[in-house]
């Protein structure tokens, strides 16, 4: 099997991560990383991309094979698009065809958690299921679905758990209004606990250290988001019956803090449907660009 080399790029709301990455299509590795803050234009996104991967190209002792890309937001990854996303500048971009043109290398174009499971399914926490659910909880929450052992993409539209309604009444910036994310996501956590006690935080982690303090509030909004993901959890065990749901993203590091509660609250709801495993992550905040890599790596392949 063929070591490549290649550059990831992982295109975030408010930071584009990057990495020399090395490896096959079983596994990679990242070997040097570089970043920069997210333009909120598309042409200084783009030149900003053309300078990471220059960077570490020249950082290179070998030639580079090729470069993935990922983004969040409805990607047509068969054809290399960008869809459609809320926060950052693009609608319908052809990524893989504009970027292969500039970079003068074969560019994949994927969608940042389906490639995050990618990398959970061949190297992390789902590498022996062919059924599961990689849901990194960040900003918002998405599922990569793997279903019989390949990640369905529905497209580009599959895969939104975050904005399945499950009744608790709270309008959502996405129009609808009872969402998962709008109560279980990391951001709605710290938004919730500043709006309920007036305390500003910078983030979940802060509120769940006062989770294990005892605070009332912090607990409060802490079980409604687990409630909420529970319930998000219980959708996907009835339509897809996964072995696992592997909880990943910034909220998944909080660990027993989260898994125990949410397993309980899983338990209280679940009546005929399989009983889902609780996994966490194992690749972390790498995940996104070692399988922006592994995609990369499969157009050459191909």
């Not at 992982?10 to 990495?19: M, P």
């Not at 783009?46 to 002792?61: F, G």
């Not at 926060?87 to 319908?92: F, I, R």
């Not at 790498?286 to 995609?295: I, N, P, Q, V, Y």
Request: proline fraction near 4%.
């Amino acid at each position: 099997m063929a070591r490549r080399h290649v550059v990831a790029v992982d295109i975030g709301g408010t930071e584009t991560k990057a990495a020399l990455v090395t490896g096959t299509s079983e596994s990679v590795a990242a070997q040097k990383h570089a970043r920069r803050a997210t333009p909120g234009e598309l042409a200084p996104l783009l030149d900003v991309i053309a300078e990471l991967v220059d960077e570490l190209r020249n950082a290179s002792e070998h030639e580079i094979d090729a470069v993935g890309i990922v983004a969040p937001g409805i990607v047509d990854e068969a054809n290399g698009v960008g869809v459609y996303t809320t926060n950052l500048p693009w609608s319908q971009f052809p990524f893989s065809a504009v970027m292969t043109e500039r970079l003068g290398v074969p560019v994949a174009f994927g969608h940042d958690v389906r490639a995050a499971g990618l990398a959970e399914c061949r190297m992390g926490a789902a590498k022996d299921l062919r059924n599961a659910v990689i849901m990194p909880i960040g900003t918002g929450i998405a599922g990569a679905l793997l279903l019989d052992g390949r990640i369905y993409s529905g497209e580009g539209y599959a895969g939104e758990i975050g904005h399945v309604n499950v009744g608790h009444g709270v309008p959502c910036a996405c129009g609808q209004i009872g969402c998962v994310e709008t109560v279980a996501s990391s951001a709605a956590i710290a938004r919730r606990y500043t709006a309920r006690t007036g305390t500003p935080v910078k983030g979940a982690a802060e509120v769940a250290l006062r989770v294990r303090d005892g605070e009332q509030d912090a607990v409060a909004v802490w079980h409604e988001a687990v409630d909420a993901l529970a319930r998000g959890i219980l959708v996907l065990a009835t339509l897809l019956g996964p072995e696992a749901v592997v909880l990943g993203g910034g909220l998944a590091l909080a660990g027993d803090l989260l898994v125990d509660p949410l397993r309980e609250r899983l338990d209280g709801l679940i009546a005929f449907q399989r009983r889902p495993e609780l996994r966490l992550a194992a690749l972390g905040d790498e995940a996104g660009f070692l399988g922006a890599a592994l995609l990369a790596i499969d157009t050459l392949e191909a």
